[in-house]
């Protein structure tokens, strides 16, 4: 099972995941050089790599949502 995990934010050397509703920290170390706030990681033997489409595609579905707000 694939778990949807988020970047949050980064605080000095952790990172805080977004992950089934739940904060977890984890070493910075292990995500990877130019993720960023909100992008979408997939967890594969250990170690995490950055769903450029999913990211993409969660962001286009944040915008859309605020569009219809009036935002």
Same mark, same amino acid.
């Given at each position: 099972? /694939?778990?949807?995990? /988020?970047?949050?934010? *980064?605080?000095?050397?952790?990172? %805080?995941?977004?992950?089934? !509703?739940? +904060?977890?920290? =984890?070493? &910075? @170390?292990? +995500?990877? $050089?130019?993720?960023?706030? !909100?992008? $979408? %990681? =997939? $967890?594969?033997?250990? *170690?995490?790599? =950055?769903? +450029?489409? !999913?990211?993409?595609? &969660? &962001?286009?579905?944040? %915008? &859309?949502?605020?569009? @219809? $707000? !009036?935002?």
């Amino acid at each position: 099972m /694939i778990k949807m995990t /988020i970047i949050e934010r *980064f605080e000095k050397n952790v990172a %805080l995941l977004e992950q089934d !509703g739940e +904060i977890i920290k =984890v070493d &910075r @170390g292990l +995500i990877p $050089l130019g993720a960023k706030e !909100g992008d $979408l %990681l =997939v $967890l594969t033997n250990g *170690f995490y790599s =950055v769903d +450029i489409k !999913g990211t993409e595609d &969660r &962001r286009n579905e944040i %915008l &859309r949502k605020m569009k @219809g $707000l !009036g935002l």
